[in-house]
């Protein structure tokens, strides 16, 4: 399956963080990383009193289900030392599943698609860069479409 993942880290060496993200994901026997977009600095989203972003999305093949591609997202945050004190707050490192394939899944622990995903400025860009035909599967627009629209 083609999933498509955000990465973000807003503290300490952010280049390092993300780096070591994307490192842990393609050790996973049940992920191979198949492309990266650049990385982009970018503003703090819901809490602004923050320090800026950098932000990248990476585009991958798995043979983990979405649950245990979340598992394993949470696993590498907490072997890098993320720590969780407030929702949007400061973080070291953060993994999202922004797309898994064209499923549309809205659990409690997880919503997929990325339920803000279409707001949110950096990650369509990353997106685009990686993946500008990709369809939204609520949505039923491409990335591209969305980038226009939010911009």
Same mark, same amino acid.
């Given at each position: 399956m083609i999933s498509y993942l955000g990465i973000g880290s807003n503290l300490g060496n952010r280049e390092k963080y993300i780096a070591s993200a994307i490192k842990h994901l393609s050790q996973d026997p049940e992920i191979e990383?198949?492309?990266?977009?650049?990385l982009l600095k970018t503003e703090p989203y819901g809490n602004i009193y923050q320090p800026s972003f950098l932000n990248c999305v990476i585009k991958i093949e798995t043979t983990s289900s979405p649950k245990q591609l979340l598992k394993c997202c949470?696993?590498?945050?907490?072997?890098?030392?993320?720590?969780?004190k407030e929702k949007w707050g400061p973080r070291n490192i953060d993994i999202d599943i922004l797309f898994y394939n064209d499923r549309i899944l809205n659990? *409690? =622990? @997880? $919503?997929? /698609?990325?339920?803000?995903?279409?707001? #949110?400025?950096? %990650?369509?860009?990353?997106?685009?860069?990686?993946? *500008? =035909? @990709? $369809?939204? /599967?609520?949505?039923?627009?491409?990335? #591209?479409?969305? %980038?226009?629209?939010?911009q």
């Open positions: 990383v198949l492309q990266k977009s650049k949470m696993k590498i945050e907490n072997e890098l030392g993320r720590i969780r659990k *409690p =622990d @997880l $919503i997929i /698609p990325h339920p803000d995903l279409h707001n #949110r400025e950096f %990650l369509l860009k990353s997106l685009n860069e990686i993946a *500008p =035909d @990709l $369809i939204h /599967p609520v949505l039923k627009k491409k990335i #591209r479409k969305l %980038l226009q629209e939010l």
